[in-house]
């Protein structure tokens, strides 16, 4: 049984690009590939990938995951991810960051502060050094 999908709002921070080919979720391995209706599997190797794939999705259907739709994907704690997959690790992820929002925000508005901070001492410095230049 596949896990949860993650909401609308991750998932559109997370994902920027989609293809109507193939891509692999780092995540858990599993394939995702679009069929062949959308004429991105051309004659060649392009057919003969896609034939693998299909022959692959009847062998292992858990692993090699045939969509009907744009895949989309995005690059998440350094590894590729795709929208929906069953491994639900995207979910994992923002329900940790939803349960832990408020020290979350807590850490960024301090990190925040912490750089405009060292942002304004620097440009002091900066400010320092070209007035002794000057003089």
């Excluded at 293809?19 to 069929?35: K, N, W």
């Excluded at 925040?112 to 410095?125: D, I």
Aim: proline letters at 2%.
């Amino acid at each position: 049984m596949s896990k949860p999908e993650e909401s609308k709002e991750f998932a559109d921070a997370i994902f920027g690009g989609g293809t109507y080919s193939s891509v692999v979720c780092d995540f858990c391995g599993r394939t995702h590939f679009c069929d062949d209706s959308y004429g991105v599997w051309e004659d060649g190797d392009d057919k003969a990938f896609y034939k693998q794939l299909e022959a692959l999705s009847v062998k292992e259907p858990d692993k090699y995951i045939i969509c009907d739709y744009t895949i989309r994907h995005g690059v998440f704690d350094g590894k590729t991810a795709i929208e929906g997959c069953p491994c639900g690790m995207l979910k994992t992820y923002e329900d940790f960051i939803w349960n832990h929002k408020y020290q979350i925000m807590e850490y960024l508005v301090a990190r925040y502060k912490n750089q405009k901070n060292a942002v304004a001492r620097f440009g002091e410095r900066i400010q320092d050094v070209v007035s002794e230049e000057q003089e």
